[in-house]
């Protein structure tokens, strides 16, 4: 059984067990969240697919962890005019282990 669950903008194909980094949720480690935003439900032989979102499906997660990823490093310049700019990005995240798909 997996689903398809959308959070932070972007769509994530889950399962139980499964540990992702997705972007930061206001939760502390070892809270329990759930995500009603459920695109898709495939169990088995059955695919329940919503209009745009499955009303009687839940995702319950819990949350590891919070952290930042690595530094990206963004590098400006114009060429004969003497502009350089150099600063760097660390994106947070929250990592969380999915529990639970009811529907």
Do not use: C, W
């Amino acid at each position: 059984m997996y689903a398809i669950i959308e959070t932070g903008g972007k769509q994530y194909r889950v399962k139980e067990g499964d540990i992702l980094r997705v972007e930061k949720l206001p939760f502390e480690p070892g809270e329990t969240l759930e995500f009603d935003s459920v695109l898709l439900v495939h169990d088995g032989d059955e695919v329940r697919v919503g209009n745009p979102m499955l009303s009687d499906a839940r995702v319950s997660a819990k949350v590891l962890a919070q952290g930042k990823s690595r530094k990206i490093l963004v590098f400006k310049y114009k060429p004969k005019k003497n502009y350089r700019k150099r600063y760097g990005h660390r994106q947070p995240y929250t990592e969380i282990q999915i529990e639970k798909i009811e529907v």
